[in-house]
């Protein structure tokens, strides 16, 4: 088992910035990749960066999004700047095992999920 946690989220104006956090903890020697996934009111959720053999971003946030971990690759980080109204949403960590092709951006991929955390920007 992995437990998952993020925190970080808040209410932030338009062209502002915040620091999104995912703890990892229980089999950690099991996780291969680390991934942000959102999820806006009445949406679908959609794929934003992942972390594993390589760094991969959503055209929606690439130049303004970067996505980071810990060297014990337990932790992953989303710095969000230049943030947009169309950001708001619920973000969601993912954390997917070792085993098999990894296909960043299918959420059916990862194995764990975090509980979210809420991303407000205001314009």
């Known amino acids: 088992q992995v437990q998952v946690v993020e925190s970080g989220g808040g209410l932030v104006q338009a062209g502002g910035s915040l620091r999104l956090s995912c703890a990892a903890s229980?089999?950690?020697?099991?996780?291969?990749?680390m991934g942000w996934f959102r999820q806006a009111p009445g949406k679908e959720r959609e794929f934003v960066a992942a972390?594993?053999?390589?760094?991969y971003y959503a055209d929606s946030v690439k130049g303004r999004f970067t996505i980071s971990r810990d060297n014990d690759k337990t932790t992953v980080y989303l710095q969000m700047n230049s943030l947009k109204a169309e950001d708001t949403a619920v973000y969601y960590c993912?954390?997917?095992?070792?085993?098999?092709?990894?296909?960043?951006?299918?959420?059916?991929?990862?194995?764990?999920w975090g509980q979210g955390t809420q991303v407000t920007v205001s314009s």
């Open positions: 993912a954390v997917k095992q070792y085993g098999g092709v990894w296909y960043p951006h299918n959420q059916g991929q990862y194995d764990y």
């Open positions: 229980g089999r950690t020697f099991s996780i291969y990749a």
């Open positions: 972390s594993g053999s390589s760094t």
